[in-house]
Every structure is written in structure tokens, then in C-alpha cells.
């Protein structure tokens, strides 16, 4: 960098303390890592999480965040498929790290090259910071936790004749559900997802063969009717919400999918950890991030969620936190930082 420059950054002081701005250094660069200035942050329900219940919090003050769209400043040792200049979405591991320069929430963050994209012309910085984590997820949750194969980074069609693989996604208008739910579609499997009846249109429109009220007392059989209608059993599911009133639902629906026979020692369940796309699926984020997605994006097989700007820059990221913590419903929230 030639100028001088500051990195004003949104600390989290201590334990369950708000947020508060205040001035770091600028984070470091390390081997296969770039130093970005960020441009947008988008808050994830984690972010208040850590905040009020510390989780994975090694140390304070510390930075919270994990979604970052902005501009290449640097590139440390071993990168060669970024450049200075270059617009990127990346997925900031600080989570994992504990190392507070791999924070959003501040005007630099250091990420690794391996699980960051170009951003393509029709995405802008506020769309992009929508996606690193819940594409981090949906890897994960596909590809690494129900090891389905990789769609082929050289095809260029869309998998438009799904398998007769079925998976419902509970709660597809959140972040992470929608994701879920387009890769599914990309990776074939034919997809079944509950959201309330104002997200059906565009739940459809992002794969879903069909969409249940997960409010309606008969949201089991009406998913099992769709199964039936689709000839494709619900064999896999992904319960994005995760409550005690939401699991037995997700379980009772693959327990009684017609096809028992893909289920036969019972419902077997496993906790999804997205963080496993920094160290030990690392080559599962390169592929999704650095070969897939920039792709997706740009020929819109992958669409971001719809932006809600938060105003303030990183003084509204508090805000954002508590509104996210609330709920919300069919958005992502995002704070823009200026040029
Ligand atoms: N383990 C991991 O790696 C990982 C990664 C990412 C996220 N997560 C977790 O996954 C959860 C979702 O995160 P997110 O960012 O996707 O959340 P989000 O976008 O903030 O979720 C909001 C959505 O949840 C839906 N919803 C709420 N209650 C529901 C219910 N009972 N049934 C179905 N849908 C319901 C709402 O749907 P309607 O609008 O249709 O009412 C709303 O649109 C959070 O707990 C988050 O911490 C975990």
C-alpha cells in the first residue's frame, strides 16, 4: 500500500459488551493470504452469538465477522490467482483462527486466497458480502458432511434433469437454507424446503420443487405429499433452523419417506461445522470458491439474498447485530463501507 491508512475497526471489548470503534492496526499478510479492503459486511446470526454467549471467542478485545466483499491491497507468499485491484468476496476465518486481523468487521481483513472469489461485474460489493459464509456452509453441507460429488467446474449447463435423490431443506428463506438449496439443485438432487408462504415464489425460483407453511399443523404429510407427487423420496435434509420445535419435524419427515430403505438404521444426524472450509476441507473451498462460484454468480445459477443496507457503516454493525438477533425474514443484512 502507498498511502498512509487507518483501520478503523467494530471491537467486541469484553464478554457481551457492545461493540465499540476504534483504531487497529492493519492486519498482517501471511503465506496464501490477501489483505482486503472491505467495501461491504454482511452480519450472521454467529456474530451476535459470540457476542452475547462467547461463543468460540479464544480471547478479547476480539473481531467479530465473517463475511467481507471489498478490493485486493496485498497478497502475501504463494497467491497467484488474485491481484491488487481485483474485487473479491471472502469468507473471514477469524472464527476458527482467533486471530482478530481474520475479523470482518473492520476496514481490513486478512483472508485466504483459497476460499475467496472474483466478484463478477453484475454483482455488486453488498450482494457479494451475502455469500461467503452460507456458500461455505452449503459446501459443507453437501459436498463435505453428505459427501455428494462436485458438480464439474468445466460444465457449463445447469443440472436441469434432477436425480430422484430428495432432500428437504427446513427453513429455505434463511441465508444459509437458500444456499443450501441452489447447490443442492446444482449437485442434482431434487429439493424440498419450508419457508412462510410470502418466500414460495422465490424459493421455487431458486430450485425447490416445492414449498410447505412451516407453520401448517399438517407440514409433515403436506412434505411427504409432495414427495409422493414428485416420485422422489426425501432421503436427506438440512434443518437450518436447529430448535427443539424444528428437529423432530426434520426427522419425522425422513423417517416416513417412503423409500425406508435409504434410511435403514434410522435417521442418522450430524451437526454441520462450515469452519471445516479453512483447514480440513481447504481443497473443497478452493474448488467451490476460487473455480465455482465466480462462475455461478456471473451466469446466475447462484443468486445472492436480497440486501438490507444497515446505515452507519461499521458504527450500524452493532444495530444490525441486534436486529439480526431478533430475526429477520427473507434478507440479509449488510453494512457499507465507503471508497
Ligand atoms: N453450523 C454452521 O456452520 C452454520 C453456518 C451458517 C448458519 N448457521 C446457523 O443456521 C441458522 C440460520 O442462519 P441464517 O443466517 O441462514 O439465518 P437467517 O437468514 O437469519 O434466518 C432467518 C429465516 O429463518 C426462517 N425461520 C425461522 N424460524 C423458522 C422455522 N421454525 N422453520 C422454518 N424457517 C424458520 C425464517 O423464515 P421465514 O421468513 O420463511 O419465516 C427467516 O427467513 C442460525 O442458527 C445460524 O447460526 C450455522
Do not use: C
Not at 481490513?108 to 460489493?125: E, G, H, Q, R, S
Not at 403436506?222 to 436427506?236: C, M, Q
Request: proline share 6%; charged share 15%; hydrophobic share 45%.
Amino acid at each position: 500500500m502507498s498511502k498512509s491508512v487507518s483501520n478503523l475497526t467494530a471491537v467486541l471489548p469484553s464478554p457481551g459488551s457492545a461493540l465499540i470503534i476504534q483504531e487497529r492496526a492493519i492486519p498482517s499478510l501471511g503465506s496464501g493470504e490477501m489483505l482486503i479492503r472491505n467495501r461491504a459486511l454482511a452480519i450472521n446470526p454467529i456474530d451476535w452469538k459470540r457476542q452475547v454467549y462467547g461463543l468460540a471467542v479464544s480471547s478479547y478485545p476480539t473481531v467479530l465477522g465473517g463475511d467481507i466483499a471489498g478490493v485486493v491491497v496485498g497478497v502475501g507468499p504463494g497467491v497467484t490467482s488474485f491481484k491488487p485491484g481485483d474485487r473479491v468476496l471472502a469468507s473471514a476465518p477469524g472464527i476458527l483462527t482467533g486471530n482478530s486481523d481474520h475479523g470482518a468487521f473492520q476496514t481490513y481483513t486478512t483472508v485466504m486466497a483459497a476460499v475467496a472469489t472474483k466478484i463478477p461485474d453484475n454483482i455488486t460489493f453488498s450482494e457479494a458480502a451475502t455469500l461467503p459464509v452460507v456458500v461455505s456452509t452449503a459446501a459443507i453441507v453437501l459436498f463435505d458432511v453428505l459427501g455428494l460429488p462436485v458438480p464439474d467446474p468445466e460444465s457449463t449447463a445447469a443440472n436441469t434433469n434432477p436425480t430422484k435423490t430428495g432432500i428437504l431443506v427446513w427453513g429455505g428463506a434463511s441465508s444459509a437454507g437458500s444456499a443450501v438449496i441452489q447447490f443442492a439443485r446444482l449437485a442434482g438432487l431434487t429439493v424440498f424446503a419450508t419457508a412462510s408462504p410470502q418466500h414460495h415464489d422465490k424459493i421455487r425460483a431458486l430450485g425447490a420443487t416445492a414449498v410447505v407453511d412451516y407453520r401448517s399443523p399438517t407440514v409433515v404429510e403436506d412434505l411427504l405429499a409432495a414427495a409422493r407427487e414428485a416420485g422422489t423420496p426425501i432421503t436427506l435434509a438440512l434443518d437450518a433452523i436447529s430448535t427443539e420445535e424444528t428437529f423432530p419435524l426434520v426427522a419425522r419427515v425422513l423417517a416416513e419417506s417412503e423409500d425406508a430403505s435409504a434410511i435403514p438404521e434410522g435417521v442418522s444426524v450430524q451437526w454441520v461445522a462450515g469452519q471445516r472450509i479453512w483447514k480440513e476441507r481447504l481443497d473443497l473451498g478452493s474448488l467451490v470458491f476460487n473455480k465455482l462460484l465466480g462462475k455461478w454468480l456471473e451466469t446466475g445459477e447462484v443468486v445472492p439474498a436480497k440486501v438490507q443496507v444497515v446505515e452507519g457503516g461499521l458504527s450500524g454493525l452493532q444495530a444490525g447485530m441486534d436486529e439480526v438477533k431478533k430475526g429477520v425474514s427473507g434478507v440479509k443484512l449488510v453494512v457499507e463501507l465507503d471508497e
